[in-house]
Every structure is written in structure tokens, then in C-alpha cells.
């Protein structure tokens, strides 16, 4: 028997067809549907992130990864035990990573590092995924030189809408790189194998960061913009209350207020004025209390309250390191 069925979701209604196959019908679409979004991963090896893409294990710590080679699949939530660079080349759906989201392009390149959580949103359309990957395990650079400078590359540290953005020339030099370590990877493995793997990510690693200055250049509008928001937000915190009842502001709460990583909107900032983020906020600081100095209705104490600082003889100290006055000699001075 056929009866009448209204799919809602679409305001479809099927009559020739019988009820208990479109019922079953919606039933697999519906359950298919749920376990999509319920998938997720846990790479803490490298061949878990091999097997999941289709791909030969040649080196137990260290792959080069073609996506192309997977099978098509939908989005989903993935932990990473593994440091992994990604130039993907297909859009897949937004990533969502910690509070913000990340709209892959074409030809940029993410970076994430042990312990991130990457979260794909569209957990219900197939794609075929393209692009290429490094994906490393943190054991394989202990004891070369790239163990002691792997902290330092803070772009591992971004957010995922602070990608990097490459030109073509720079995709060249990418993929020149990973060729490289895939080259080593498919010669037998000897004493000189991992210093020589490592050594090729770390010169990869190097050229991200040439890029990557390269990006703030490019972007030197947006970047103004940044430090003139950075600059009245400065401003704005030192003309309320904030000091006196939060105390003096980190460089992490005006990155969390201009929606940037604290790594990103310190590199940022260097860049473009040559002083660290929590220099050009302790300079701030010294501006404002050397006004405030001038008022002789307040002793010192009541300055370093009204600035935030928790002991008046933390900022005396650091008023004498940056003017080379105490604050009661500038005040006499003057």
C-alpha cells in the first residue's frame, strides 16, 4: 500500500512509493547523518594518521602526505599527538578551532602542534580531500638541532585564521621541501637518516618563517590597523578602572580582545614596531605614570594602585629600569 509521506525537511511529499521503504530510507540517511557527527579521531602516532589517509607507513615517526590518495569522507573532530603541517588544496568546511573558525583556502598552510584539537563543522557532505602534509612525532628531532629551536617557531602557536598565505612561488619551495624529506624517507634507514630528516624540516620550518614576515609585509594595512586598536584599547584600559580592580593587562587579554593568538599578535607587533607587545605596554605604562607623577596630591603608593601594579616596589623598580629615576627622584626632578 502507498500512503502519503512529507519529508519536512525538504516539503516533499512521496505517494507512489511504499511507506515502509521511504521510511527505511530516511531511517539509514538519518543514522548515517548521526554517526558522521559523532566521528572522532586521536592521532598519536604517525601510522594512525597514515592509515586514515590511505597511506604507507615509510618511516614509524615521520610521513609525507598526499590526501588525494584517501578515500573521500566527511568532516570531523581530530586530537593531534603529532606536530602537522597541512597545504591543503580543496575546500572541506569550516574548521573549527578552540572558540574561532577558519575557512580553508586554497594554497595556505596550517600548522599544528601536540595537543590541538581541530574540529571540521560539515560533518555530513563527502568530499575527496587534495593537498599535501608533513606530519611528525615529537620523538623523531630529540637530540638534533631542531629540538632546541622548535619552541621558537611561534607560528605553531597560531590560530587557524592566521594561516599562512602562499604565493606560488613560495608553494614551489614547499613542495621542493617535502620532496626532499619524502626522498629520504624512500632510502633505507642508516645513522644519518634522522639527522638528515630533521635537518630538512628544519630548513622547511625556516622558510615558513621568511614567509611568514614576508605575510606581515604584505598585510601592512591590516597590521596598522591592529596597532592603532591595540594602541586605543591600551588607552581605554588605562582611563577605566580595569587597572585598579583587574590589575596590569597581559599580552594574552589584548590579543583575546583583537580575536588574535597571543604568539601571532606578539610577532605582530614586533614586527611592526620593533618592541614586544609587553614592552610596548610597560612604555605605556611609564607614559601614563610619569603624568600622574606630576599630581603631588598622590604619593607613590596611591600611583602604583591607580596602575595596577599589586606592590608599589614592583613598579618603583620598574620605573627605575626604564627612566633611571625612582619615581620620588623623577617627581623632585621635576
Same mark, same amino acid.
Given at each position: ?108 598552510l596550517v600548522f599544528i602542534s601536540p595537543g590541538q584539537v581541530i574540529d571540521v563543522e560539515n560533518k555530513v557532505d563527502y568530499y575527496q580531500p587534495m593537498g599535501h602534509g608533513l606530519v611528525f612525532h615529537p ?8 629540538? &632546541?629551536?622548535? =619552541? /621558537?617557531? @611561534? ?8 594561516? %599562512?598565505?602562499? $604565493?606560488?612561488? #613560495? ?8 620532496? &626532499?624529506?619524502? =626522498? /629520504?624517507? @624512500? ?8 639527522? %638528515?630528516?630533521? $635537518?630538512?624540516? #628544519? ?68 614586527k611592526e614596531t620593533g618592541k614586544t607587545a609587553q614592552e610596548y605596554i610597560q612604555n605605556k605604562i611609564i607614559d601614563i605614570a610619569k603624568n600622574k607623577i606630576f599630581d603631588t596630591n598622590k604619593n607613590i ?34
Open positions: 500500500m502507498s500512503i502519503p509521506i512529507t519529508d519536512f525537511t525538504t516539503n516533499i511529499t512521496y505517494w507512489d512509493v511504499p511507506a515502509g521503504i521511504v521510511i527505511a530510507e530516511r531511517l539509514i540517511l538519518y543514522k548515517q547523518k548521526i554517526i558522521a557527527m559523532e566521528q572522532a579521531y586521536n592521532f598519536d602516532t604517525v601510522n594512525q594518521y597514515n592509515a586514515f589517509n590511505d597511506h604507507e607507513t615509510l618511516h614509524p615517526l615521520v610521513s609525507i602526505v598526499d590526501f588525494s590518495k584517501a578515500k573521500k569522507r566527511t568532516g570531523s573532530r581530530m586530537t593531534f599527538g603529532l606536530y602537522c603541517i597541512f597545504l591543503k588544496e580543496v575546500h572541506c568546511g569550516d574548521l573549527k578551532y578552540g572558540c574561532n573558525y577558519y575557512d580553508y583556502e586554497e594554497g595556505t620523538d623523531l628531532v630529540k637530540g638534533t638541532s631542531l629540538a &632546541k629551536s622548535l =619552541n /621558537e617557531y @611561534s607560528f605553531f602557536s597560531y590560530n587557524t585564521n592566521e594561516a %599562512l598565505h602562499l $604565493s606560488e612561488k #613560495e608553494r614551489k619551495t614547499v613542495f621542493d621541501c617535502f620532496s &626532499k624529506i619524502e =626522498n /629520504e624517507l @624512500s632510502q633505507p634507514v642508516d645513522k644519518h637518516s634522522k639527522k %638528515l630528516i630533521a $635537518s630538512n624540516i #628544519e630548513l622547511f620550518l625556516n622558510y615558513c618563517e621568511r614567509f611568514y614576515d614576508r605575510q606581515f609585509i604584505t598585510r601592512e594595512n591590516i597590521n596598522k590597523g591592529i596597532l592603532e586598536k591595540f594602541e586605543a584599547l591600551l588607552n581605554s584600559y588605562f582611563g577605566s578602572e580595569k587597572p585598579y580592580n583587574i590589575g596590569l593587562p597581559s599580552v594574552a587579554y589584548f590579543a583575546d580582545e583583537l580575536h588574535l593568538s597571543a604568539n601571532y599578535f606578539g610577532d605582530l607587533i614586533k603608593n596611591e600611583i602604583a594602585f591607580e596602575l595596577g601594579f599589586k606592590y608599589p616596589q614592583h613598579f618603583s623598580r620598574l620605573f627605575k629600569q626604564r627612566v633611571g629615576y625612582t619615581p620620588n627622584e623623577y617627581r623632585n626632578l621635576n
